[in-house]
């Protein structure tokens, strides 16, 4: 923006000049107002050089596509025609105002909000202008920069007043009064003697951190209700929430995007690293960001929420610490009490003082909610709150988050379907957690949410084979870094600080209750690895404690999770751990879902004898139980292994099965079911059933996110069309469905790769076209007409 931009009419100006000022203001080329206008370049030039008189026509267009303000329109005709502009009416005396504050770095990443700013105070219809954000996002900055360019906008110019000083909101007239050089008088209200200085005076008004005198709301409204010409900016943490009041929420410096591998020159462009960079070279001035450091930048950027105070308080410290090394030591403590520069006003020195500022305007029930809300990480949702923070001496938890909110220390935006997700930026909590720490409530806070988060994996424990499963899992997804939290404090206590755990007895028992429940959304969500990680530490703890029904479903779940991940020999020793532990303590759920797994582990290794036996005894169980929903996963299971043993049988089951599942509405178990009607078809010749079975299996697969099941399909459409002699198209479906496993780390069991090479025969040593990235390769393969998308696709990533 040209800060020399005044979009007021002068009787001293041509057509043309007008017309060329308000052309940069905008910062349109020639050719770009042009084509706005719809004439040519050249027209422009003439027109801007004074070599030519618009028509009306013309005139009228380049009035739209300059945006003049609908007062100074018939003016800006006029002139087109040679008219002159009405002279204005004499001016008082120039207002004697202080020179703006001159800030002494650039302002980097702001160019979008810069503009927002700008046209939102030279738009005739507004008055008030609120910038609002959390502590340490660039309010003020941000604030002298639009001052700077406005100066000439504004006739009789700019003042800006700071507030941080001021005391009592009944202070805050007197202020604007000193700035603007009222002097006392007797028996005269200063509002008075304020509205009879600024009456014809055209004056922009920067009031600097308002947040704690927001009860002079009242009295700055008054002010400009008496005073037209006054135009007002403010920087706030919280909103004036007066009437004409404009808010501009102010949002973090954006994030460079992760995409692997890094590369210096486009992680640079982000804003965040971008000034992080410029501040690191401010105190070592060889800094340059690497292929060795990106990786540790990109990282620090993003551990302090692009926050603008933060990045520069961690980009000083540089001239001691290489960026990895300042990544690991950004602690708690670390990154809120590390100084800062010493010019800056002491509230900015520290982020824990900046921070602290906010918290010391809250309410006694607000600074408690607000600490409480410090053991949570990421985001989570108003029934979280309710049921960790809430209890019978805390009431009224949605008006206090929405108090906490108006000051901008937690942010609060809409989720699936439209639910509230609420979260806090990570400097922020750490401020909250300590205070949580100070207020003595830190273990019984992280036991509540421990408890919380495990009746909700418990709860969609049970709907995972039911028709609500889809939600549920994506559900499981949003909140699985609360589980990791819970899990952390199971193992180690990492995420929750202190070794041990807050109540004793509780020490390790939420992590096996959790993980029992989780594992089966590890499986079909294909968190393998982290999965499996997380069952072997618990496996690994003490067990003396440990109540023998979780400790066999444990064992159960890292087994299931180890044979998905082809290592077959651990998976049947861990299952078979767990069928004796559950045999012992007379489980027969238990009992009948080990059968299962140690019958499919069979199968993969080859074992059909086996298979049969393991799964015939779980069905009997089940079937002696009435476990509806354990019979049709088994029918699958039975009907898949007696494939090419007894294929009359076979397709029995799975007709079975699935006529089970629909009616459950398991869509996982239908999708799995529809895969071995698949391979049954197959094997009997019947291509086109075949290819119809694994088409509906894939659409299911693909809207539950589970990579397995699409690999699965996508393998299961290979091998029909190596079975009518399709030699490239087998090609490229298998070589999808291989990338597939090898990022979700499942290869395929020998057994079940044997079922496939029947068909393929030396296909699969067809090699990748170079310009077919396996990304790519799969995207476009499950893009294809033929392979039917789901209305609502669920989550497909894959944190292998």
């Not at 899990?487 to 993980?515: N, V």
Request: charged letters at 25%; aromatic letters at 4%; glycine letters at 8%.
């Amino acid at each position: 923006m040209d800060p020399d931009a005044n979009t007021t009419m002068s009787s001293q100006q041509t057509f043309g000049q007008r017309v060329r000022q308000q052309r940069h203001r905008l910062r349109l080329t020639q050719a770009e107002l042009a084509e706005r206008v719809g004439c040519s370049e050249i027209t422009v030039r003439k027109i801007e050089a004074g070599e030519r008189t618009p028509s009306r026509q013309i005139a009228e267009l380049l009035a739209r596509s300059l945006e003049i303000a609908a007062n100074e329109r018939d003016a800006f005709l006029d002139c087109a025609r040679g008219q002159p502009a009405p002279r204005e009416a004499p001016r008082r005396p120039p207002l004697s105002l202080a020179r703006l504050p001159a800030p002494i770095t650039r302002l980097l990443g702001r160019d979008a909000d810069v503009t927002t700013v700008c046209r939102r105070l030279q738009d005739t219809g507004v008055r008030l202008v609120t910038l609002v954000g959390p502590p340490g996002i660039g309010k003020t900055r941000l604030s002298l920069q639009v001052a700077a360019l406005l100066q000439g906008h504004f006739a009789d110019g700019v003042v800006f007043v700071p507030l941080a000083p001021v005391g009592e909101p009944e202070l805050v007239l007197d202020t604007i009064g000193q700035a603007l050089g009222v002097t006392e008088a007797t028996g005269e209200p200063l509002f008075d003697r304020l509205c009879a200085l600024l009456e014809g005076y055209r004056l922009l008004l920067v009031l600097d951190n308002f947040e704690h005198v927001l009860r002079a709301a009242g009295d700055l409204a008054r002010l400009l209700e008496a005073c037209p010409q006054l135009t007002v900016l403010a920087t706030s943490r919280a909103a004036l929430l007066v009437r004409g009041e404009q808010v501009v929420p102010l949002a973090p410096l954006a994030l460079p995007a992760l995409t692997w591998p890094l590369e210096p020159e486009a992680v640079v462009r982000a804003p965040a690293v971008e000034l992080f960079v410029e501040r690191a070279r401010a105190v070592a001035p060889h800094f340059a960001l690497t292929t060795d450091n990106v990786a540790a930048v990109a990282a620090i950027c993003a551990r302090l929420d692009g926050l603008p105070l933060a990045i520069e308080l961690a980009a000083a410290r540089t001239r001691l610490l290489a960026p990895l090394a300042l990544l690991e030591r950004l602690g708690q403590k670390y990154l809120l009490h590390g100084a800062g520069p010493r010019d800056l006003p002491p509230r900015h020195q520290t982020l824990h003082n900046a921070i602290a500022w906010s918290y010391n305007l809250l309410t006694p029930a607000e600074q408690r909610l607000f600490a409480r809300l410090g053991v949570f990480i990421g985001e989570y949702d108003l029934a979280a709150v309710e049921a960790v923070c809430g209890d019978d001496e805390f009431s009224g938890v949605l008006e206090l988050l929405g108090a906490l909110a108006d000051h901008s220390l937690v942010r609060v935006a809409e989720g699936p379907g439209g639910a509230m997700r609420i979260g806090m930026l990570e400097t922020i909590r750490e401020f909250a957690l300590e205070r949580l720490g100070e207020s003595g409530e830190l273990a019984a806070m992280r036991v509540r949410y421990a408890r919380h988060y495990l009746a909700l994996a418990a709860r969609a424990d049970g709907e995972l084979n039911g028709p609500e499963q889809e939600r549920w899992l994506d559900r499981l997804e949003r909140e699985h870094d609360h589980f990791r939290a819970v899990l952390a404090w199971a193992t180690h206590g990492e995420r929750f600080g202190e070794a041990g755990a807050p109540d004793g007895g509780m020490a390790r028992l939420p992590g096996w209750q959790l993980a029992a429940r989780l594992w089966r959304f590890w499986y079909t969500r294909c968190h393998l690895n982290e999965g499996r990680r997380w069952l072997a530490a618990l496996l690994a703890t003490d067990q003396d404690d440990a109540p023998s029904p979780e400790h066999a479903r444990l064992l159960l779940g890292a087994g299931v999770l180890a044979r998905a991940q082809g290592d077959l020999d651990e998976g049947r020793r861990l299952i078979d751990a767990s069928l004796d532990g559950a045999r012992r303590d007379g489980l027969p759920a238990d009992v009948a879902l080990a059968l299962y797994h140690r019958g499919v582990a069979a199968f993969d290794g080859g074992e059909a004898g086996a298979a049969i036996r393991d799964l015939e005894e779980c069905l009997a169980i089940q079937r002696q139980q009435g476990d509806v929903a354990g019979i049709a996963s088994t029918l699958n299971g039975l009907g898949s292994v007696l494939i090419g043993h007894d294929d009359e049988r076979a397709v029995a089951l799975l007709d079975e099965s699935v006529r089970r599942q629909r009616a459950l509405g398991n869509r996982r178990g239908e999708a799995f079911t529809l895969h071995s009607l698949g391979l049954a078809e197959l094997r009997r010749n019947n291509h086109a059933a075949a290819a119809s079975h694994f088409q509906q299996g894939l659409a299911l697969f693909r809207s539950l996110g589970d990579d397995i099941g699409i690999a699965d399909c996508l393998a299961g459409l290979a091998a029909v069309a190596g079975a009518q002699a399709q030699r490239d198209r087998a090609g490229q479906l298998w070589r999808a469905a291989e990338a597939l496993r090898e990022r979700i780390a499942a290869p395929l069991a020998t057994a079940e790769r044997d079922v496939y090479m029947r068909y393929l025969g030396g296909i699969t040593a067809l090699p990748a076209s170079p310009e077919d990235p396996v990304e790519e390769l799969v995207a476009r393969i499950l893009a294809v007409d033929r392979y039917p998308t789901p209305s609502a696709a669920g989550a497909t990533s894959c944190h292998a």
